[in-house]
Antibody
Framework: EVQLVESGGGLVQPGGSLRLSCAASGFTFSSYGMGWVRQAPGKGPEWVSGISHRDASTNYADSVRGRFTISRDNSKKTLFLQMNSLRVEDTAVYYC?????????????????WGQGTLVSVSS | EIVLTQSPGTLFMSPGERATLSCRASRSVSISSLAWYQQKLGQAPRLLIYGASRRATGIPDRFSAGGSGTDFTLTVSRLEPEDFAVYFCQQYGSSPPTFGQGTKLEF
């Protein structure tokens, strides 16, 4: 069974940091691009960041670039999101998601598997 | 970035009826790179449709979709009780990938 399990969310003050993890199972993790998508309460999802399976190239939404860092450990089948300089507007459920395709066009794919999400609350 | 606008915001339907949801893009979506997701309360989104009209694995054939360019639709031909949820469209052909704000299908 394909499964993604996030952890690491919580309550943090503005300016603080959190590190999210996502443990993958049931598929060849090293063959797929992975991403983080967040969803604020009552809003549509917002793509945050993606990382390739091949060369670990990364991309970021403008709203988080320079503050968030995505990384992966293929040997441990784990995806990470290091979040620094957190803002109130970063409050959301953060989902780990698997891109639906592989190869050089990995980023041109929908997300075919999502984790259950982890809540990040930024408040003083 | 491409902005996706979904309509209506809420659609009141009954089981057995046919529902049609709309997603309009601010500019043309390349290679029909449009997906639809279903999200139930407290759950993650689930991929229903990709490539504008292709059903994802395990999705029943009462779900169909179409469109191209800037206008896309999702149709549920005969609503089942489990279909009442929020539906999002997403374009993934241009960076950054973007989502619509959702249509709530309500009984």
């Amino acid at each position: 069974e394909v499964q993604l399990v996030e952890s690491g969310g919580g309550l943090v003050q503005p300016g603080g940091s959190l590190r999210l993890s996502c443990a993958a199972s049931g598929f060849t993790f090293s063959s797929y691009g992975m991403g983080w998508v967040r969803q604020a309460p009552g809003k549509g999802p917002e793509w945050v960041s993606g990382i390739s399976h091949r060369d670990a190239s990364t991309n970021y939404a403008d709203s988080v670039r320079g503050r968030f860092t995505i990384s992966r450990d293929n040997s441990k089948k784990t995806l990470f999101l290091q979040m620094n300089s957190l803002r109130v507007e970063d409050t959301a459920v953060y989902y780990c998601a698997k891109y639906g395709g592989s190869g050089f066009t990995w980023v041109l794919n929908p997300f075919d598997m999502w984790g259950q999400g982890t809540l990040v609350s930024v408040s003083s | 970035e491409i902005v996706l606008t979904q309509s209506p915001g809420t659609l009141f339907m009954s089981p057995g009826e046919r529902a049609t949801l709309s997603c309009r893009a601010s500019r043309s979506v390349s290679i029909s790179s449009l997906a639809w997701y279903q999200q139930k309360l407290g759950q993650a989104p689930r991929l229903l449709i990709y490539g504008a009209s292709r059903r994802a694995t395990g999705i029943p054939d009462r779900f169909s979709a179409g469109g191209s360019g800037t206008d896309f639709t999702l149709t549920v031909s005969r609503l089942e009780p489990e279909d009442f949820a929020v539906y999002f469209c997403q374009q993934y052909g241009s960076s950054p990938p973007t989502f619509g704000q959702g249509t709530k299908l309500e009984f």
